[in-house]
């Protein structure tokens, strides 16, 4: 490439022919009446032609430093609009996240109200998708299921286990629930595309004869929760999906234990460069304050 005269130079000039004088110019620039005067100079010297008529009263522009003015003030016009563009992005108070509806449902609400506390001149965008079909929004952070040993999409928010899950009136009268080898018996709501889900279950108690295809099947976590409160049977998900269930006593969890979930959720940078604000709400959300972990996009 061509070499180019130093920035500096250019608004030099820029701002004295702009006043015709180099003292204005100078105090618009904050500099000195020499810095200016010196920097046209060499812009002079630089294309070995003057710019300027000099006078002890003013500066009139010659024919080449009238030609290559109106070039110069649109370059300078394209730079300052491309830094504003810069510099608005990187200071946008808003972030757009895009999450698998059931955690968006159930997880994330309360961790949202929390990140609000601490940064309340943020405004926040949920994009609720669904698993089989991923978004086509833009966000700036994404949440992606992955099962154990696929390609991690950036940081993992936690170690996930599983919970059986069941309305309370089953743990009472005379058919009650009181052993996992009962939840036969209750009714199972399968979550498609989660049959490991109750295959771990079964492991880790040691049940083999848990009907595993047999029971009312949805395709969404949630939809799964919402029918073990109906008393459609019992349901079984990753805890961080049945906590708000959990915590208001719509359902309960008979058999804790520490069942290890074969699926967890990732944390990754979306479309947009990332902004402070949506590296505020990374670090929040995996739990390490500021500065936030780099994220693979």
Not at 37 to 66: M, Q
Not at 118 to 143: C, F, K, M, S, Y
Not at 178 to 183: G, H, I, K, L, S
Not at 186 to 215: N, Q, S, Y
Request: glycine share 8%; hydrophobic share 45%.
């Amino acid at each position: 490439m061509t070499s180019l005269p130093p920035l500096n130079f250019i608004r030099s000039f820029e701002a004295a022919a702009r006043h015709q004088s180099f003292t204005r110019a100078a105090a618009e620039l904050a500099l000195t009446q020499a810095a200016v005067s010196g920097h046209v100079r060499a812009l002079e010297d630089f294309i070995g032609r003057p710019l300027f008529h000099r006078s002890p009263r003013n500066l009139v522009l010659t024919e080449i430093g009238a030609a290559w003015l109106p070039g110069l003030r649109q370059a300078l016009a394209q730079i300052e609009a491309a830094t504003g563009q810069i510099l608005n992005r990187s200071h946008r108070q808003e972030v757009t996240i895009s999450c698998p509806a059931s955690l968006a449902t159930n997880w994330l609400p309360a961790r949202l109200r929390a990140f609000r506390d601490l940064h309340p001149g943020v405004d926040v965008t949920v994009h609720a998708t669904i698993w089989a079909e991923p978004g086509e929004q833009i966000a700036d952070l994404r949440i992606t299921p992955r099962q154990r040993g696929e390609q991690i999409l950036g940081t993992s928010l936690q170690q996930e286990r599983l919970v059986m899950v069941c309305a309370s009136e089953f743990l009472s009268g005379p058919d009650a629930l009181t052993t996992p080898a009962d939840v036969a018996r209750k009714g199972m709501i399968h979550v498609l595309g989660r049959p490991d889900h109750w295959e771990a279950f079964a492991c880790h108690h040691g049940l083999t004869d848990l009907p595993l295809e047999r029971g009312p099947k949805t395709d969404s976590s949630n939809v799964a929760l919402e029918m073990a409160v109906a008393g459609l049977g019992c349901a079984i998900t990753v805890a961080s999906l049945a906590e708000v269930h959990l915590s208001r006593g719509l359902l309960v969890a008979p058999f804790p234990g520490d069942i290890p979930s074969n699926w967890v959720y990732d944390l990754h940078l979306g479309d947009r460069s990332p902004t402070r604000a949506a590296e505020a709400l990374v670090g929040f959300l995996l739990g390490k304050g500021s500065p936030a972990p780099r994220l693979r996009g």
